[in-house]
């Protein structure tokens, strides 16, 4: 390698600064590690004269129009922060690719839904297209992944990999407030969007799961297969009565590979207190890994911000500076296998299953019935003393069992005349 | 690349043979991640005879003498499973890279020792120098800080890197049982050497911290620079105690950068029980890294062990299969800074100090005077009821103060009539 590596970065807003930042900050450190220069060239913006927290220099070009980076021949690399599966991002990427241009970028919902795509075009034009900020933050996870545990078949991949609703799930436990309280309170804090319905509805987590997933498995991204729960429906009775029974919830992307077969799911589920990611609080995030040789790893660290999402996409700025790019997902498009997927239907394991029923006598018969029939042994039950007059509240948590067992017998639950609502149910998770 | 990337192993014992089964088990897979067949070509064997519970295939060299590996013009890649820092595996490493061939080591006291000069050939030789399996076992932590966080300045690492002394202490806190209790057992269990000096008096500690701080920092690797404590004086007392005031007791190796000053100890600590490196019991090894822009990340995983090690092996082998291996210390050995270096007698933080005093009255008070007299301020004092003629313990939680005040203070207090041994100091560290 030698001559500088000229970088655009379309979108620059608070990572795109971050970026920035790092780029004038560490250059000198930056060229000791790579041995060349990593030059920022131009950036794009759709307002490119607002007001803004850090400096661009002023030998850096500006463009209104993002696409006329990918036009640019003094540009070696576009670092893509503008967002969204489709529409100018998806444009950019494929007219830069095209281009031979090396492609780096933050977006994990581009990359979910047409990452394939953007490999195989990626792979003929020998050039990168790398996507470390789009999963877990500054957490290098994709590298850990695809190098630093290229001798592992991998197993099970699980993670708190949005950090709003670990936030949300960590304050409503510390603090009794409800989903929409702290919400609104993460919404003025600026931990969570406007419209929230891509974190908290799983749709994020799915997402970067897509990712890990392929990368693990060694299969195409497979978004559409994933099972995906979100935690608007988590009361806080859920989170005590957990809490009290030895596991935290959190809202975890799992995936998992046996007998060729693979499950991905996104959902809100109790993991116990001493288990790994139980221990993983706020807006940190965590990947557990389970690799045939290696055994258990677990990655924590910040899965958002300015800083730590730039760090990332440096990584992947430094891995192209120093020739050292890997095929996008661990191995050739081509290599890609297909796979078959199941559905959550085939879960097995334990269950939190709460009920909430009249303080009247035979109810807790009836449920127990109900269980025996569907051959659902119980590990522990919690029924607390209740005032005169309000409901009762059954905590079961069950042995494994399957989910098909599970959606009977809460199906014959519901039926049970004293019992208030449909039973809440929740999958535990041993990562 | 292209052709096979032919392999020896020189020492072929627990973890060897986790490299041979991986590189058999994993054939396919390995060579669809790199491109190319990864072929092992030779080992050596002090005892080739010898009985093993895995297979070498029957078209690999056996050596008796592991020289003459680098002699063997076949062979791309040397891997050295021999051990010391000195003697075989030294001159094997030398003579491999004057060679030409790619060395790959799991061994932290050649690292540590002579990682600098060996470095110096591998670049000129343009080949690899590579040990990721040398620290942290299975935890890529090497390429996580090289390439991962590859953006970021780093201002502290700490770790637990020694699995053995984290299941003593592990051990003794679950159990209560006695230092010397616990490790005849993790002797019996094979995770304590019949020696445990290297481990338990923190050396291997050491060692790997010398190897992070090179990498973090951009300097020269220095052990002796390294202050070290080991874990044989610690008490059960020291362990219970801390427990009861919020802390567990961990061998840390830190190192910390500040004002271009390094300071690397190795001793064990109190960590509050609600940070990550708290957390993490049992053999797992667990890294702490805190960057200037993506924060604070946690990496936990098993340290030890023939798969765990055997893949991080796998991990440098497929880098220079896929030609993108780097500088062994992160940067081009000329571009090491000279740096200065701090004891801990500059250590500043809080502190855990127990005396051991006859149960009279007047001690306190003495305690009290000498701890206000040299500024330190306490955060919390426990003193427990003891039975009638029985010592009784004193413990003083201290406020942040520096090393050199305690030190006084414990001097003066040693010499209070009725205190009966010297105190007890130990580092708070909130990591």
């Not at 576009?78 to 599966?85: H, P, R």
């Not at 693979?262 to 990947?287: E, F, H, R, T, W």
């Not at 269980?371 to 659902?376: A, G, H, S």
Request: one cysteine or more; a neutral charge.
């Amino acid at each position: 390698m030698s001559g500088n590596l000229n970088i655009a970065i379309a979108g620059i807003g608070t990572v795109g600064g971050g970026v920035v930042k790092i780029l004038s900050e560490a250059a000198s450190l930056l060229e000791k590690r790579c041995g060349r220069k990593v030059v920022l060239k131009a950036v794009s913006s759709r307002d490119c004269g607002k007001a803004r927290d850090f400096k661009v220099g002023s030998d850096v070009k500006w463009y209104d129009d993002a696409l006329a980076l990918a036009d640019d021949k003094d540009i070696d690399v576009i670092v893509e922060l503008i967002g969204g599966a489709d529409g100018i991002a998806l444009e950019l990427c494929e007219k830069s690719l095209n281009a031979g241009k090396h492609f780096i970028t933050a977006n994990k919902a581009l990359v979910a839904k047409h990452g394939k795509r953007l490999a195989e075009i990626a792979e003929q034009k020998k050039v990168a297209f790398a996507f470390e900020a789009a999963v877990a933050g500054g957490i290098p996870v994709i590298k850990v992944l695809k190098e630093g545990l290229v001798g592992n078949d991998f197993s099970r991949i699980a993670g708190i990999m949005n950090g709003t609703c670990n936030y949300i799930l960590t304050e409503m436990k510390e603090t009794g407030r409800s989903f929409a309280d702290v919400l609104k309170e993460a919404q003025d804090l600026g931990y969570a969007e406007a419209d929230p319905s891509f974190d908290v509805d799983g749709i994020d987590t799915a997402h970067k799961l897509s990712i890990l997933t392929s990368i693990a498995f060694g299969v195409p991204v497979n978004f559409e297969a994933i099972y995906i729960e979100g935690i608007r429906e988590l009361s806080l009775l859920d989170i005590s009565d957990a809490h009290e029974l030895g596991y935290k919830i959190k809202l975890l992307g799992i995936a998992v590979k046996r007998d060729g077969v693979i499950k991905q799911s996104v959902y809100p589920c109790l993991v116990p207190v001493d288990y790994p990611l139980a221990k993983v609080d706020g807006v940190n995030n965590a990947i557990f890994i389970e690799g045939s040789y290696v055994g258990k790893i677990v990655l924590e660290g910040p899965g958002a911000g300015r800083g730590a999402t730039a760090s990332a996409v440096l990584s992947d700025i430094i891995d192209v500076a120093s020739n050292r790019f890997t095929y996008p997902f661990g191995v050739p498009v081509g290599s890609l296998e297909k796979c078959n997927y199941t559905g959550v239907e085939k879960h097995k394991g334990e269950y939190y299953l709460r009920i909430t029923a009249l303080d009247e006598a035979g109810i807790l018969a009836g449920i127990s019935d109900i269980l025996r029939d569907e051959e659902i042994s119980v590990e522990s039950l919690l029924q607390k003393p209740v005032k005169k007059g309000d409901n009762a509240n059954i905590v079961v948590i069950t042995h494994s069992c399957t989910e098909n067992s599970v959606k009977k017998a809460v199906t014959r639950i519901a039926k049970i005349k004293g019992v208030v609502n449909a039973p809440k149910v929740l999958r535990i998770e041993s990562v």
